[in-house]
């Protein structure tokens, strides 16, 4: 049979009947990122077979592993941080005995930009969007009772996160593990920083010099660390499409992978700690092809562009967190759903590893019994849907492969475009990215309130509901009391050697040595992370954005 011979037949004998009998019923349909939407396909498999090649092989389109999940399932790593580290410390506990995989710490703002709990800057905001980390102290409580060298641990920080490393690994130390042993992830993305998200500190250039500080000291010390989790998720809830999601996330890896091999690494010594993090939306089918397309040009990105020659360094293995934008505060039971068909989404697509978010963050923290639904969400489809035992069960798909080539295509205009600005730095300081995500956000948001785009509850099946769901409220005594124990720390630690490093620290910034063995002697020696980024900043500067952006 001749596949294109059959489709004109099934369009003429059957199709355009219907649609001339029906006109109104025959809307064009586009998918989130303005992707038309071809009525029907029908390939035979033969025809994707030569481009898709197979799992575990170049170009990744079906997944870095050959077994996928058939060899063990995704990560299940719940997203979570609140109040003070102890109370932080017991969520996770309770998450690992609910079946939890791996660890994912959420900090609060101070934290996220240096600032210690008890600074003045911070007064209002301790321990409010995550947990407040100040000192070594803090995170000694924050794992108490968890062996570093048994778990995966990921850290949502970025500006600070060399120095958020250095506490985890003094704090390894302390339990008697062998930084080789560590495994986990610091997001340690600061270009979406100026792009999408906002917790910056540094200017571009020591930014960077921080990271690849951290890329070449885990080179050698911490090898099973991923040094950076190039983030499309903030970027994606800021506003872009999937395909814009796709173009800057690359984008802004080539320039950390570029910046790496200025700094005098070799890209196969450093790439494959590399990974990826991306958000899954509700549009099913064009998320599971953005995550196929993004693996197939990554793949051919470093092959090609950074002639990496370890298969290693072509895999793009990525970390997924559903779409926190797409939760309504109303009706939210309804976020149940949409959780499902994003964390299906993720799993169809390949990922790695999963966070699901819970149905009542629109509203407020996650409690416990919502955070449990959560996992078993992941649970569920792992465990009982049956997609987790076949690889890539999707391959050949119609619509999954167009879309995929779709994404791909457009993505890659993207980046061409980006590179002739001069690359990402420079297409972020020219308000480039920030401007077409700007644009993608209104017109997302016009669309629904012309009720063109349905949201279940929010422009389209409102029902007037009394709220009854129980949220979490933090302590507020969580300020008071990190205060004190800064306040006792400061008086009895040796003030003589806190002094001498923060001195040594200040050299060491204007210099060009790397700086995370400094950073480790200093929070082993109870400096705190206010201090240290507080040299840092007298040195460096803050990072001011153009007053046009």
């Known amino acids: 049979m001749n596949p294109d011979a059959e489709r004109k037949r099934w369009e003429n004998e059957v199709l355009n009947p219907l649609i001339s009998k029906y006109p109104e019923r025959q809307p064009e349909f586009f998918s989130p990122s303005q992707i038309p939407v071809p009525r029907v396909g029908i390939p035979t498999p033969s025809d994707y077979m030569e481009q898709l090649g197979f799992p575990g092989e ?38 690992l005995q ?22 003045p800057m911070s007064m209002g905001e301790v321990g409010k969007v995550g947990v407040s980390i100040s000192s070594l102290g803090d995170m000694q409580l924050l794992f108490q009772d968890i062996p570093l060298d048994k778990v995966s641990t990921s850290m949502t920080i970025n500006a600070p996160a060399s120095i958020l490393l250095a506490m985890y690994i003094a704090v390894a130390r302390r339990q008697g593990v062998d930084e080789k042993w560590l495994r986990g992830t610091i997001q340690n993305d600061v270009l979406k920083e100026y792009v999408a998200r906002g917790t910056y500190i540094f200017p571009p250039a020591a930014s960077m010099r921080l990271i690849t500080d951290v890329f070449h000291y885990c080179e050698e010390k911490v090898p099973r660390w991923n040094t950076i989790s190039i983030s499309g998720y903030h970027i994606r809830e800021a506003g872009s499409t999937a395909v814009q999601e796709v173009a800057f996330t690359l984008s802004d890896a080539i320039a950390y992978a570029q910046a790496a091999i200025d700094s005098g690494l070799q890209v196969d010594h450093f790439a494959s700690q590399l990974s990826f993090f991306f958000a899954a939306h509700n549009n099913f089918l064009e998320e599971v092809a953005k995550f196929r397309a993004a693996r197939r040009l990554w793949a051919q990105i470093m092959r090609n562009r950074f002639g990496a020659k370890d298969p290693k360094s072509w895999m793009l293995r990525f970390h997924t967190q559903t779409g926190g934008s797409t939760l309504t505060a109303q ?16 799993v169809m697509g390949g990922t790695q590893s999963l966070h699901t978010n819970s149905m009542d963050e629109a509203l407020w923290l996650p409690t416990e019994k919502s955070v449990r639904v959560a996992l078993r969400t992941q649970q569920v489809i792992g465990y009982e849907s049956g997609v987790a035992d076949t690889i890539d069960p999707l391959a050949g798909s119609y619509m999954i492969e167009y879309l995929t080539d779709e994404i791909a295509n457009r993505a890659m205009e ?11 730095l420079a297409a972020i300081e020219n308000g480039y990215m920030q401007g077409e995500i700007q644009d993608s956000a209104y017109h997302y948001q016009r669309a629904v309130e012309k009720k063109e785009q349905v949201v279940v509850g929010v422009n389209a099946f409102q029902v007037e509901e009394k709220m009854e769901l129980e949220g979490l409220l933090a302590n507020p005594a969580i300020e008071d009391n990190q205060r004190a124990s800064l306040a006792k720390l400061r008086l009895t630690r040796d003030a003589a050697r806190a002094n001498e490093l923060l001195a040594h620290l200040e050299t060491a910034a204007r210099g060009r ?15 705190t992370l206010g201090e240290i980024c507080g040299v840092l900043r007298n040195v460096w500067g803050e990072y001011q954005p153009p007053a046009w952006i």
């Open 513 to 527: 040595e790397n700086l995370m063995p400094l950073f480790i002697t200093c929070v082993e020696n109870d400096l």
């Open 58 to 95: 170049y170009p990744f389109t079906r997944g870095v592993q050959p077994t996928m999940y058939r060899g063990r399932l995704w990560t299940m790593r719940q997203y979570a941080g609140y109040a003070s580290a102890e109370e932080s410390n017991q969520r996770y506990r309770y998450l």
């Open 98 to 119: 609910q079946g939890q995989t791996g660890l994912s710490v959420a900090f609060d703002l101070p934290t996220q930009i240096g600032y210690d709990a008890d600074d």
């Open 414 to 424: 993207y980046i061409k475009r980006i590179d002739d600005m001069g690359g990402a």
């Open 331 to 346: 009706q939210p039971e309804n976020n149940v759903v949409r959780v499902a068909i994003q964390a299906l989404a993720a």
